[in-house]
């Protein structure tokens, strides 16, 4: 394990370790902080669809529920 040595991103001195579990939380995070962007840009998508088309909100997050559920349950039907 090499010492932990800084690194300087703009104002902030960050220590970056060479410890794989270290590496590993911050890829989490990384990718949880995305995970949650993509949903917000999803539901200000709907939530702008919604208001172009005018169509009922229920009556669209049912169709999208259904859309979810994929072809091969409305194969089945």
Do not use: C, H, W, Y
Request: glycine share 4%.
């Amino acid at each position: 394990m090499k010492p932990k040595e800084p690194r300087r991103f703009g104002k902030k001195t960050e220590v970056v370790s060479s410890d794989a579990n270290e590496t590993m939380r911050r890829t989490e995070k990384v990718s949880f902080g995305v995970k949650i962007l993509k949903k917000v840009e999803r539901e200000k998508e709907i939530s702008s669809f919604i208001k172009s088309r005018s169509i009922d909100a229920v009556l669209f997050l049912q169709e999208r529920k259904k859309a979810a559920e994929g072809p091969i349950n409305s194969r089945a039907r």
